[in-house]
């Protein structure tokens, strides 16, 4: 565990790596109702990207929170507070790897595997989520690395995202002080 977050550490630009070290589990998490801002400016920033994010019962269904197509992006109706935003956060990651900004990176790159594939989006997600102060179990520890992993693609997600989000609301940069 020690090493991923060293290694997610080396990747990160300065201000992030103080975001992802200042998080600390015992800072206070949003409130419910930050939570659901959050949910909405992620939601947006998405929508500029031209996915449309739906929330659906998936969980009696399936057996997971969320999901994405490259058109929508999905998150799981029973889910609340700083866990809906956590599913959100790691399915626009997979939107932005798979059909978004990030796959024309590396037009070259064959298909990736699944643990490829959930590791880089979910390092993208548990990056940002700290850094917005997301504290989710979920972001609790560290993906574990895999090595057909991206760095380069992991660091250009960070920074796409949160610079996304961020701009996306004066109220962000408010609960981020």
Do not use: C
Not at 14 to 43: C, G, H, I, N, Y
Not at 59 to 66: A, F, S
Not at 104 to 123: G, I, L, N, Q
Request: zero cysteines; proline letters at 4%; charged letters at 25%.
């Amino acid at each position: 565990m020690k090493q991923a977050r060293k290694t997610i550490a080396f990747m990160l630009p300065f201000w992030a790596m103080l975001a992802v070290f200042a998080s600390d589990r015992t800072t206070a998490t949003l409130s419910p109702a930050d939570s659901e801002k959050l949910f909405q400016v992620v939601s947006n920033a998405a929508f500029s990207d031209n996915y449309h994010v739906r929330t659906r019962d998936l969980l009696r269904r399936h057996d997971y929170d969320g999901d994405s197509d490259g058109k929508s992006i999905i998150v799981d109706s029973s889910l609340r507070g700083v866990q809906k935003v956590y599913v959100l956060i790691h399915e626009y990651s997979h939107s932005l790897l798979h059909y978004g900004q990030l796959s024309k990176v590396d037009s070259s790159r064959p298909d990736v595997d699944d643990d490829t594939a959930e590791y880089e989006a979910e390092s993208i997600a548990h990056t940002v989520a700290r850094a917005l102060k997301v504290d989710d179990a979920a972001s609790d520890e560290d993906p574990t690395p895999v090595p057909n992993a991206r760095p380069d693609l992991i660091q250009k997600g960070i920074d796409y995202m949160y610079h996304k989000i961020v701009s996306m609301s004066s109220w962000t940069t408010q609960i981020l002080a």
